[in-house]
């Protein structure tokens, strides 16, 4: 959206200005301190424009300004546009089966402190993760490196869940304490808590585990840059988040990229989600540890599995051989129907990919498809188990991306609250 000299392209001045804010803001959020010259450049405005943007910013409390640290060339040095991260935050949280972590993320993407719970897995409902989350959130933000004047931009939940996304509502949980789950407004939990426990009145925004995870490698990791790709999230269950186009996909009402419950094996193990042969039921970590011969479900299990096999261990080698076939089966499916340029394998996945690539490749390079499937990368996450709790944050910071100055307007209209809580 440019506006040559004298016209506007049907928009206005204002939508205009809002638009350029917008894009800058987001360019450094995402890339980091970037000069005024590189964002004259990337941006194709002129350096009056450019300063005029970023004096906005600045006075808004979203960035600073400050001299490079090291001047190569000649002339005046270029001033560098810096997100005040400490200053501004989103609060992120992701919820699995058997863990509870909460951040915050400051802007630019930069996690400035985070708490983690891990624990045995087990059927936990809603007041037991929220009590957890608000003695995470209290700590948080009672830490004395919040300087005076700080504000959450917004909040972000990552769970294992198919959310729909017109409300955030939890509709299909299946790997959770299902009648406590389903049909839970988390969002609106989350809210209500927030605002009554600490004051936070920003906007809350809650995602597929998977949905998120992708939006994040896109953002800041792995993907930056491919407009095609799939990340695929296993834990218990298998979720995958897709973007096509340069866009999340995210279906009708918010529950695309339930990989997990496509059936590939129509005399295999009844699933949770009430199917048979699922695809989740051949390769989730229940699969993968009985395929082994291993009875727990400790979270370090898959990858000392992986740690046996790669030490020759000739149960455990062929335990994997065993998944890594039905993993290859699906993600070919998956390749075919997505034709993504680029597959990241995140959550355990993670841990038992450079035991199974070679597998998935060979899969894909099987049969006359070969040739469809030939140019995708198989990755793991940029971001490592951080994936889905940099999603959750990048969600939180959007409304405040998308408008900076109208967002910190509606912001300073509100009750006035401590930077700190005591």
Known sequence: MRARKGFTYGVTQEELRRHNLSTLLRYVHQHGPTSRAVLTASMNLNRSTIGALTADLSSAGLVTEELPGQNLGAGRPSLVVVPRAAHVYALAYQIGVDFIVAARVGLGGQVLDRRELYRPRGDYDIEDVMGHLERFTRELLSSDEIPPGAFCAGV????????????????????MNWDDWGDAPLGD?????????????APVAVGNDADLGALAERTRGVAVGCDDLVYIIGEIGVGAGVIAGGEAMSGHDGYAGEVGHMVVNPSGRLCRCGARGCWETEIGEPAILAAAGHADGRRATVAELVAEAEAGDEKSVRALEHIGSW????????????????????????????????????????????????????????????????????KAFEPLLADPLGFVSAMAAMPERPSRVP
Request: net charge neutral; charged share 15%.
């Open 327 to 394: 993993i290859a089966l699906g993600v070919a499916n998956i390749v075919t129907v997505f034709n993504p340029s680029m597959v990241i394998f995140g959550g355990l996945f993670g841990d038992v990919f450079p035991a199974v690539g070679g597998q998935i490749r060979a899969n894909l390079l099987s049969g006359s498809l070969g040739v469809v499937r030939e140019g995708v990368r198989l990755v793991t996450p940029g971001l490592g188990a951080d994936s889905t709790l940099i999603g959750a944050a990048e």
């Open 156 to 175: 972000g939940a990552a769970v294992p869940a198919a959310v729909r996304s017109s409300d955030g509502m939890l509709r299909f949980v299946p790997n």
């Open 189 to 201: 939990i989350l809210h209500r808590r927030l605002v009554e426990t600490f004051g936070i009145a």
